[in-house]
């Protein structure tokens, strides 16, 4: 009874302490109502960021701090993290409604759900395997990196849509949507591939060279005009025509996680060298994929261009309402995988009628509460595993007398 207690109460601090923070981090943007959609979309994107950091990192404090302070509570530290974890994410609830107005608590519960599972078959597979794998590269490692491998192979061949066809979020394209992209085959000369609608609020459309499957989401195709969701489509046809060495090179960047699973023997091995040789190792292949993905948006963006239909422009004003759907800024820091959407209209042959935007902050007061309580998380973390250390190390002492 006094477990479940605890459990609540890390659960209802986090919704209190999410919401909390959201609604602190989120003056500059409200204060900007009547500003252009380019300049509240670059004041949202820090709190975005640190909207999903504070998901680990509000649960995290809460554990370091009963761990730290009150270490005659009963309540493990990672049974207090994830009491806490589930309650940081209805505390993100009021700040999804304040971004956008007419999203519904179901369809956003039904995201988070689908981020969910998503993370779990990627990012999930990875921490396990690494917690899994031991300090020296046996067979059992050899047997659990295939098994990472194979996963990683099924995820990418397909393993990831029926999960998602599974789960519901990915259901078969309507009529209209089936039209719009068997016109933009015929016009691009180019085979039919298998359409699908994917239930959710955010407007985007995917292509999956590997599987040759192309994703449209329920909120693009309800937002744009046939003609424009036909632009977009051929942005996403030009991924499905890319040569098979180029399909090659997408199968192999998402293998370059992979090498995290060995920070245990590594560390084991060489001590910290073998640590930062692998952060190093996964930071050049990540900068490498960037560079080449960077290069596929500017071929697929220039398709897109030319079969934009017979209405000049008609690519940027769609790529441009996406971007102001999903309120992402119109320039970004950093060097990403997209180009920014400024040089994008540019380069589609459309001048925009406002100035370049400035990109969002990299250094925020936010982000730097984030760190902070990111590093009461850990200081959590340390001092758990050393109590439990020391009660295993009484335990045994015990056991011996």
């Not at 806490?84 to 009021?94: H, K, L, N, S, V």
């Not at 999804?96 to 597979?125: N, Q, S, Y």
């Not at 925020?364 to 902070?372: A, G, I, R, S």
Request: net charge positive; charged share 15%.
């Amino acid at each position: 009874m006094l477990l479940a207690l605890l459990a609540v109460l890390h659960f209802c601090a986090a919704a209190v302490l999410v919401s909390g923070i959201d609604w602190l981090i989120l003056i500059p943007w409200r204060r900007a109502r009547e500003a252009h959609w380019t300049e509240r979309a670059r004041l949202l994107w820090p709190a975005r960021i640190t909207n999903g950091m504070l998901l680990v990192a509000v649960p995290g404090s809460l554990g370091a701090a009963q761990v730290i302070f009150f270490p005659e509570i009963p309540l493990d530290y990672l049974y207090a993290a994830l009491a806490g974890i589930a309650g940081a994410i209805p505390g993100m609830w009021p700040m999804a409604k304040a971004m956008f107005p007419d999203l519904r608590l179901a369809v956003w519960m039904r995201d988070i759900a689908a981020a969910f599972v998503i993370r779990l078959m990627t990012l999930g597979i990875l921490i396990a395997a690494g917690i899994c794998m031991p300090s020296r590269l046996d067979l059992s490692a050899i047997v659990l990196t295939c098994a990472v491998v194979a996963f990683t192979a099924w995820l990418i061949w397909g393993g990831m849509l029926l999960l998602l066809r599974t789960t519901g979020l990915l259901v078969a394209a309507p009529a209209r949507l089936a039209d719009v992209v068997s016109d933009v085959a015929a016009q691009m000369e180019l085979p039919l591939p298998r359409v699908w609608l994917l239930r959710g609020f955010g407007a985007n459309a995917i292509a999956f060279p590997v599987v040759h499957t192309l994703v449209v989401t329920e909120r693009a195709l309800n937002s744009l005009s046939d003609e424009e969701i036909g632009a977009v489509c051929a942005h996403e046809f030009a991924h499905l025509s890319e040569p098979r060495r180029v399909v090659l090179a997408r199968i192999l960047t998402a293998f370059v996680p992979l090498p995290a699973i060995f920070f245990k023997p590594a560390i084991h091995a060489w001590q910290g060298v073998g640590y930062f040789g692998i952060c190093m190792a996964i930071v050049i292949l990540s900068r490498l994929t960037v560079d080449f993905r960077r290069r596929m948006e500017r071929r697929a963006d220039s398709m897109a261009t030319v079969h934009e239909g017979p209405s000049p422009g008609t690519y940027a004003r769609a790529l441009e309402r996406l971007y102001q759907i999903n309120q992402m800024p119109a320039v970004m820091p950093g060097k990403r995988t997209h180009p920014n959407l400024y040089d994008r209209l540019l380069a589609a042959g459309v001048t925009p009628a406002y100035p370049r935007p400035a990109a969002p902050a990299r250094l925020t007061w936010q982000l730097c509460v984030v760190m902070l309580l990111l590093v009461a998380s850990t200081a959590g973390v340390t001092v758990a595993v050393e109590m439990r250390h020391q009660k295993r190390h009484v335990a045994r002492a015990h056991g011996g007398i």
